[in-house]
């Protein structure tokens, strides 16, 4: 026993005892810790935006137009007004070959158009004034006109616009709008013309 021991104490402590374990030297890292605080807002009141007080302005009659606006007040509801509070307005051009009072078939769309906007705007009455050049004689041109203007007249009946709401006049050789003297110009003045009354 005493022979073993003395053979395992020199292997002990000879200098190759740890060449299995390699020391490794192990600092120790400081550990710093930090608090993550969490900021706290104050709660602020979320004022609520106040409506902006709408200002409602005046339409007196109901147009579509506000009162400072209007041009023609007190406009009934049975016109289509214009941007300024007026009843628009429609014209129609019809023009007649000489001696006749015959509408031409072309002439149908604009009689339809003028009809149309008459049943829009019911506070019209309607004026339909006939006219004749300066050739031949006066009187008969003064029935020829009324011819004329009683024929556009019936036209537009024929599309529902009521009898009662239009006025045929024959004028005859009156107001021409062009010269007599040249083809031209008559052309143009056997005419009828309309007005728009409310």
Do not use: H, W
């Amino acid at each position: 026993m005493k022979y073993l021991l003395f053979l395992i104490i020199p292997f002990l402590l000879s200098g190759d005892e740890f060449r299995f374990i390699k020391p490794v030297a192990v600092e120790e890292a400081p550990v710093v810790t930090t608090q993550v605080k969490k900021q706290i807002t104050p709660k602020t009141k979320v004022e609520k935006e106040k409506p902006k007080a709408v200002v409602k302005r005046k339409d007196s009659d109901g147009d579509g137009v506000v009162d400072e606006k209007d041009k023609c007040p007190n406009t009934s509801k049975d016109f289509i007004v214009d941007y300024q509070g007026c009843p628009k307005t429609a014209s129609l051009k019809i023009t007649f070959e000489p001696k006749s009072y015959k509408i031409s078939s072309g002439l149908g769309e604009d009689l339809e158009n003028f009809a149309t906007f008459l049943k829009d705007n019911k506070g019209y009455q309607v004026v339909i004034y006939g006219y004749t050049d300066s050739l031949g004689d006066a009187e008969e041109n003064k029935i020829l006109s009324q011819q004329r203007a009683d024929a556009v007249k019936k036209a537009i009946e024929a599309y529902g616009i009521s009898s009662t709401r239009l006025t045929a006049v024959g004028m005859g050789e009156q107001d021409p709008i062009a010269d007599n003297s040249t083809p031209e110009g008559r052309a143009k003045n056997r005419r009828i013309d309309v007005e728009l009354i409310y």
